[in-house]
């Protein structure tokens, strides 16, 4: 077996696929993931993830890569293996994959679990993605350059985060706490301060919503019946508004067939 660094661009890749033998149907999810890193720059070269081929010539690994260097349309250098056994491919892919923790551990991050949970959630709160169809989830590496664009800010989100959720007897995890927190923080600060200190300690409470709130969460969790986490989600940021303006809420409903889902003010 020999290994060879190549530049490969995208006709490369479509020559390469044209040997595609016996390979898994294609992922397009994976394959839109890899490309838009690839075009955002995140693609990770030399991680030796060798694109693979047997010794008759044949691809047995690496189709979604190569596919998604056509689609991004972008010239990636990758190891490739050649004269690899067949019978390889009977046992590629049976490891589990990375998660984001993983990749945060690797890097040596503090709070390596909660941190990447908090970023994503963080994500689809100020994107607006719940509810949405199809919307894009964060790859390994855009969470990790979110937080490598901002360390020290989302050290202490965490840890702020962590306090609470003590606070608060675990009703809200953590990572729902930080998650919110960070993307109030965008909206105010000392009142995102002031609204997640209130929520979660239940002290100093400014608006009877927080109160409402609190109640429902603590009874929920003890129901046997749980209220839909995106519902939970709404009432945080229902919630929020209203102590932003300071209006009340008599009672925290949402009916997704009338209702739109509120933005953060």
Known sequence: MKIIKTLINPAIAKEMLEKNAGNRNVRHLKVNQYANEMIGGRWKEDTFEFIKISKNGNLIDGQHRLLAIIKANVGIWMQIAYDVPDDVYSVLDTGVNRNTGDVFKIEGIKYATANPAIIKLYDKVK???????????????????????????????????????????????????????????????????????????????????????????????????????????????????????????????????????????
Request: hydrophobic share 35%; aromatic share 12%; charged share 25%.
């Open 127 to 265: 994107n607006n993605k719940y509810g949405r169809v199809g919307s894009h989830e964060l790859s390994n590496f855009e969470v990790l350059d979110i937080y490598h664009e901002r360390p020290e800010f989302w050290q202490l989100v965490c840890n702020k985060s962590e306090s609470w959720n003590d606070a608060f007897a675990k009703i809200l995890p953590s990572s729902w706490i930080g998650g919110f927190y960070a993307h109030f923080l965008s909206i105010n600060i000392s009142d995102a301060k002031e609204f997640m200190d209130q929520l979660c300690t239940g002290r100093n409470i400014k608006n009877e919503t927080i109160t409402l709130l609190r109640n429902t969460l603590i009874k929920d969790k003890l129901n046997v019946k749980k209220i839909p986490r995106d519902y939970v989600r709404i009432y945080i940021i229902k919630t929020w508004n209203a102590y932003r303006t300071g209006t009340s809420i008599k009672v925290l409903k949402f009916n997704p067939e009338t209702d739109k889902y509120p933005i953060a003010i």
